[in-house]
């Protein structure tokens, strides 16, 4: 499609009066924002926070609140830098971009066209790997490992490792997130313009935007991260084209209106700045309608009139940061803090935020935060009902379900839960309190589940903030029970901790194996210490495989036993070892 045409017919469809903002507006709105700014960092766990308004590619207000360095009362200040973690795909994609407007590059190249070595492990045939392609990449469609675990941050004068070779399957099936993924085109990049990337991001965005203070190297002025008000190691990325930019919040703000449709600099034409925006895989029926672009997710506001919404958010290890843009309106939103626990307040305010904005703009009442589930939801497109699976294997574990009369007793993560079937065949979600007293948590009360099928799979579906995603897939346990499963049950430590490893304070794993079910199991100590169970299944000699059709399943394990009884588990880099 031409891009003329493209443009075009974007405005043509969504028509939309905007009614200018006048400073006595903005001010009463930006006076609530600064008094829950300054709640939201008035605790002994706080760092920094930061918020910015854009309306029509301009920055028109910003507001940095909290210390960037509590020991020395340092202020948190909108220049303050903070690692904004997977933001970083917003200034890759642009790179990519402006390559691509000056004829370096096509974003339907062939990978194999700029790296005919491409380092994966693949299941496909040599046809195959060479239909994926930059943009396959960079909406997350490649069909590669979300990540390279171990070694994904290091400390200060710690050398980072490279990734392990990347497991590749087939391309086009599903979105699955993959920072991996923008690695690759943040090499392909630099292999394309014969420079190394941070040279790429001075010249391409830093100076023609300027944005003296942003990069991928850490600063003594940078923020201090906490965590639990604690101070943390400041970790570095090894994936830096993916995760590693940092910036401050006027530097977010300003690439973040250049990235809006009104903005007026040249610095990105209108075409590329509606390719970023445009639905990338509308023909990708396992994506559940769920909407990506290129760096950006984008969803169709259920308010009338709000219209499209972008989003990208990030959380880096003890920092947060998020950019939401009403792209029907010319109002966006941009936000970052440097403590782990902030997740929640930050989300609160910059939704608020852009709540203000729309009301000013064009009446749109706020959203509304009890809004109950619909009474009917439909299933996505491509799939038919099914009745549920007695097991489905999922990317937070084996999830069991037991019939018991209208209802279903479900177990998942180390938990019980109740489901209670709708009138439309969605299933809604209770916990169930010492596996007796059934509550209903205010999350799980917006949360709805049910068994589909597409084609001769059997999957479990989720609804949620009014998305669908793909949850997991039917578990039938393997009929034949490989002998060599019992040699390798037994607890697991790890033998090569890292800074993830350490933040997730994951130390041993077990392999457990019961009459129909050999399974890793392992504990993450959240609010409620998690429990999931994650189905293993033989992929060949030496190699086990996470059970199930979904995003997250399918990675691949290797073992190795020892003639002296010991065993070495070798998973995405990581090395755990059971002793004799």
Request: charged fraction near 25%; avoid cysteine.
């Amino acid at each position: 499609m031409a891009w003329g045409l493209l443009i075009s017919g974007a405005l043509a469809a969504s028509p939309v009066t905007r009614t200018p903002i006048d400073a006595a507006q903005l001010a009463e709105l930006t006076t609530t924002i600064e008094d829950a700014l300054d709640d939201a960092v008035d605790t002994r766990r706080a760092g920094g926070m930061g918020v910015a308004l854009i309306i029509d590619g301009e920055v028109r207000w910003l507001q940095a609140a909290g210390l960037a360095d509590r020991d020395a009362e340092r202020e948190f200040d909108a220049d303050t830098r903070v690692p904004v973690g997977e933001l970083s795909r917003l200034a890759l994609v642009a790179i990519a971009l402006r390559l691509q407007e000056r004829g370096r590059l096509q974003l339907d190249d062939p990978l194999s066209r700029h790296w005919p070595d491409l380092p994966v492990q693949s299941r496909l045939g040599a046809e195959d790997l060479a239909t994926i392609r930059l943009r396959d990449l960079l909406t997350h469609h490649a069909g590669l490992s979300a990540n390279a675990i171990h070694g994904m941050f290091h400390e200060s004068g710690v050398d980072p490792e490279p990734p392990v070779q990347v497991q590749l399957r087939a391309p086009r099936v599903w979105m699955a997130e993959s920072n991996l993924g923008y690695r690759l085109v943040g090499e392909s990049l630099e292999r394309i313009a014969g420079m190394p990337f941070e040279v790429l991001w001075r010249e391409e965005v830093a100076e023609p935007l300027g944005l003296p203070g942003g990069g991928y190297t850490p600063a003594a002025a940078d923020a201090r991260l906490y965590r639990k008000g604690k101070p943390q190691p400041d970790l570095w990325a090894r994936d830096r084209a993916a995760l590693g930019l940092r910036l401050g919040l006027k530097e977010l703000a300003l690439l973040t209106a250049a990235l809006q449709p009104e903005a007026a600099s040249p610095w990105l034409s209108p075409q590329s700045r509606a390719e970023m925006q445009r639905v990338q895989n509308a023909d990708v029926v396992l994506d559940l309608g769920r909407q990506i672009g290129l760096g950006l997710e984008l969803y169709d506001s259920v308010r009338p009139g709000a219209g499209k919404i972008a989003v990208l958010g990030s959380a880096y290890p003890n920092a947060r940061a998020e950019v939401r843009l009403a792209l029907d309106h010319g109002v966006a939103v941009v936000g970052l803090s440097s403590w782990r626990e902030s997740t929640g307040e930050l989300n609160d305010i910059l939704l608020s935020a852009l709540d203000g904005l729309l009301q000013l703009r064009a009446g749109i009442p706020p959203r509304d935060k009890e809004r109950a589930l619909p009474e009917q939801v439909d299933l996505p497109p491509g799939l038919s009902a099914d009745s549920p699976a007695d097991r489905y294997a999922t990317p937070a574990g084996l999830v069991d379900i037991q019939a018991e009369g209208e209802r279903f007793d479900v177990r998942m993560v180390g938990f019980d839960f109740i489901a209670d079937v709708r009138a439309d065949g969605w299933y809604r979600l209770r916990f169930r309190l010492l596996g007796v007293l059934p509550l209903r948590f205010d999350a799980l009360s917006r949360v709805l589940i049910r068994p589909v099928r597409f084609g001769e799979k059997r999957l479990l579906v989720a609804y949620a903030q009014d998305r669908y995603f793909l949850f997991g897939s039917a578990y039938a346990p393997p009929q034949l029970v490989d002998p060599v499963w019992s040699q390798l049950s037994g607890t697991y430590r790890l033998a090569n901790p890292d800074a993830l490893s350490r933040q997730l304070e994951v130390e041993e794993i077990d392999l457990v194996l019961d009459e129909d079910l050999f399974a890793l199991r392992y504990e993450l100590p959240f609010v409620l210490d998690l429990s999931p169970e994650m189905p293993l299944e033989s992929a060949g000699p030496g190699r086990l495989r996470f059970a199930g059709f979904a995003p997250g399943l399918g990675e691949e394990l290797e073992y190795r036993l020892d003639a002296d009884g010991g065993v070495e588990l070798r998973f995405s880099g990581y090395v755990l070892r059971r002793e004799p």
